[in-house]
């Protein structure tokens, strides 16, 4: 695709408009909002309304004038982005504290049932937060196989499936209806992470009947660095677990200070500590930006940037290890070169920004709300300039970084 | 005490000067920095830099310009201020989530040591992540006791006596030397809440070997409504525990993306999820302020606050549930009121922001970083004329808000 015939889709691009309601920086092309999604325009003043006004000037009050009630109304927005009610989804947390939330929860659901099933190479944090849950039930083990032996690992033994929906490096996407259908034919519950999924491709929980679900705000849903997570448990579940972490904001009646535990009704008893608000802020005016999109538009802008990618990477004899059907992958393209971490560098030096996961995975995020055609043609450009030149082979671009 | 002796008094303070560094609204005297403390003033630009700068114009590059280190960072400077070491803290979670992680590392290690020793009327969190903790440790149980009853508690049964050191409601100090001391005498480790201390008395964790503590940001630190809490590990212990919260940022080797959890060396290991940035910059901003004052100038204002408020509630017939003595309590004064709720949203009206705790406690924080002498003597008068005029006895001020 030449550069014209790129700024020609653009220009007739239904999510065309979006692009300016993000604060991009300049000599930049950003193919990492997968990782971290940019700075919404309108979030600035939503920050420094929180700060200014509701903490600055309302002190606690601001407590009483919507504080207290953000977990469960942003919970409610992006229960409307991942296919489930009001009442099922709430933010707080960490992915990896919800993560142990849950999976604790999922374990003394059925004593019976010992046994959490997951995937090697599943985002770490899954796994290393299964291995510290599983060590708070007496009884439970965790059992991580490779993907096309989860299937057969599912048995009357398993409590939990703990699944990625969208894998971190290859992008590849489980059938959620097909695995929930599974998970629970098996008698098993199952809990889905939506990081890589939510506000990149479409989710239905409930019509999946999924159980419960995880992800975080800082990626698809630009909520800011280490924005708050939520978690999502269905209504029909909801009275019949309790949180192992306890804590005072999922008590049924915080505020009456009582010695003695008693869970909140609802989505509510998963709340620990006390809400960050600031954090809230951005999160939800992350939220509210990605509401105002139309998720078929996404679906299908994700999937043109990704075959524009994928032809390029053909072109240019890249491996590319994501699945080319749109409906088996979400919304980033990851290529295996042997010198990938030297390549993210070198790209990062000429403005384009992707990410480099260990060993050898060069990936791209291609985020329709403000990547255009001609953002992946000039992208594209600069790699095939920087492997003809073998630009990334000069020195300064082996030297790693704490993050990568 | 006129308001001229008082204005006399402020004006030879030498903490005045950092009154001009909070964002104190106009026409409220803000008795309740002990529940959220104020806006620094250097805290919104701080927050503007993270948003603008940081995250929408370095975005992901930000980790590795200072991101990925702003919780031990921040955590050596909070060790300042609590008699810690470089090392010992970081800033991480909520502090019941941060209650949650060290209750059940505690109780694995020595597990022939199985009980949990805490106070009846403990701050609430305290306790219910007390409970849900030793639901993850076979065996384990706690055992909430009164004040009074606390040391014969303890004994070879005990694996940690968990402890909030300035009580919220009464300000009633633990002495933390002998407490310290009662717990190892007995084996056991001891955990300290610090969250009504830190900025408000002297901590020093490490003078009477402290083994671990915990607290929030968002009180007397001045780090912003559900501000980043830290945790404190004493460094003789930090390679004999682990967290049950393994998450990837607690790992020793995040970002080689490994299935199998390994702690981080040191502090670090008590990391879950990524970090919240935002809020970490806001935290960040009030501790810098707060370790530009005397510790020991904070106290004695402290004690002369406290010395005027206690007079001004003896002269109204108050009965001050504060300990007198200034080496026993904390930063703060409460009297039982049987009106209580009502006296507070009476005061609240008038400009006076204090807080009720449930069923009867009316409390007052005394901050020397923003509060004076003028101030105290201002919310007697206007407490005084609520109570002589029986105005808080209007039906208005019975109405309930969610949180009190």
Request: hydrophobic share 35%; aromatic share 14%; no cysteine.
């Given at each position: 695709m030449t550069l014209e015939e790129a700024r020609a889709i653009d220009a007739a691009d239904p999510l065309r408009p979006f692009r300016d309601r993000f604060a991009l920086p300049e000599g930049v092309i950003y193919l990492d909002g997968n990782s971290l999604g940019p700075l919404p325009r309108a979030t600035g003043p939503a920050i420094t309304d929180m700060v200014d006004r509701q903490w600055g000037e309302r002190l606690i009050r601001s407590w009483n004038e919507g504080w207290i009630d953000a977990p469960q109304r942003i919970g409610d927005k992006i229960a409307r982005l991942i296919g489930a009610t009001t009442g099922e989804v709430i933010v707080t947390d960490s992915t990896s504290v919800n993560l142990f939330k849950l999976i604790v929860a999922a374990l003394r659901f059925d004593p019976t049932r010992t046994v959490i099933v997951s995937e090697t190479g599943n985002f770490p944090t899954d796994l290393h937060i299964a291995e510290g849950a599983v060590a708070c039930v007496p009884g439970a083990t965790l059992n991580v196989v490779p993907r096309d032996r989860i299937g057969q690992a599912i048995?009357?033994?398993?409590?939990l499936v703990l699944l990625?929906?969208?894998?971190?490096?290859?992008a590849a996407r489980f059938d959620m209806v097909e695995w929930t259908a599974r998970a629970h034919t098996a008698g098993a519950l199952i809990l889905w992470d939506l990081s890589h999924s939510a506000g990149a491709v479409p989710v239905e929980l409930n019509r999946c009947s999924a159980d419960f679900a995880v992800g975080c705000g800082y990626k698809h849903l630009n909520g800011g660095p280490g924005a708050p997570a939520y978690l999502f448990v269905a209504s029909r579940l909801q009275e019949r677990l309790a949180s192992p972490l306890s804590g005072w904001m999922g008590?049924?009646?915080?505020?009456?200070?009582?010695d003695g535990y008693a869970p909140a009704p609802g989505?509510?008893?998963?709340l620990a500590g006390t809400p960050p608000m600031l954090a809230m802020a951005a999160l939800e005016s992350g939220i509210d930006l990605m509401l105002a999109a139309d998720p078929s538009a996404i679906a299908v802008k994700s999937a043109s940037l990704f075959n524009l990618m994928a032809s390029i990477g053909d072109d240019l004899g890249l491996e590319c290890v994501?699945?080319?059907?749109p409906a088996r992958r979400g919304s980033h393209i990851s290529f295996r070169h042997p010198q990938a971490y030297a390549l993210c560098q070198a790209l990062i030096a000429r403005g384009v920004i992707g990410d480099f996961r260990d060993p050898d995975i060069l990936r791209f995020g291609l985020t329709p709300l403000y990547i255009g055609h001609e953002d992946v043609v000039l992208a594209g450009q600069i790699l095939a300039a920087i492997l003809t030149e073998q630009h990334?082979?000069?020195?300064?671009?082996s030297k790693r970084y704490a993050v990568t």
């Open positions: 048995n009357e033994q398993t409590a990625t929906h969208v894998h971190y490096k290859t008590h049924a009646a915080p505020f009456d200070f009582a989505v509510k008893r998963w994501s699945p080319r059907d990334h082979l000069a020195p300064e671009f």
